[in-house]
């Protein structure tokens, strides 16, 4: 399938998840499948392994780590 399973907002829109918490505009949304249908919830930075001080280029290579991404060479 084409489905993201993991998505990394930086300077993105306030997020409203469905338990009625809001994350800030620097967030990671983590989708999974249930009852058939895609759920996804935003985090905001500070609970993950990154920093919403975090400038952009370090946000991202912090991501990458963070899922796991290997290029075509590894």
Same mark, same amino acid.
């Given at each position: =399938?084409?489905? /993201?399973?993991?998505? *990394?907002?930086?300077?993105?829109?306030?997020?409203? #998840?469905?338990?009625?918490?809001?994350?800030?505009?620097? /967030? *990671?949304?983590?989708?999974?499948?249930?009852d058939s249908?895609? &759920?996804?919830?935003?985090?905001?930075l #500070?609970?993950?392994?990154? +920093? =919403?001080? +975090? &400038?952009? +280029? $370090? $946000?991202?290579?912090?991501?990458?780590?963070? $899922?796991?991404?290997?290029?075509? &060479? &590894?």
């Amino acid at each position: =399938n084409n489905v /993201h399973l993991i998505r *990394l907002c930086i300077n993105g829109s306030r997020h409203h #998840n469905e338990d009625g918490t809001i994350v800030g505009k620097n /967030h *990671l949304h983590i989708y999974k499948y249930h009852d058939s249908h895609i &759920e996804d919830y935003a985090y905001d930075l #500070n609970h993950l392994p990154f +920093d =919403n001080s +975090d &400038e952009l +280029d $370090a $946000a991202v290579e912090k991501f990458i780590n963070y $899922a796991n991404i290997k290029g075509k &060479e &590894e």
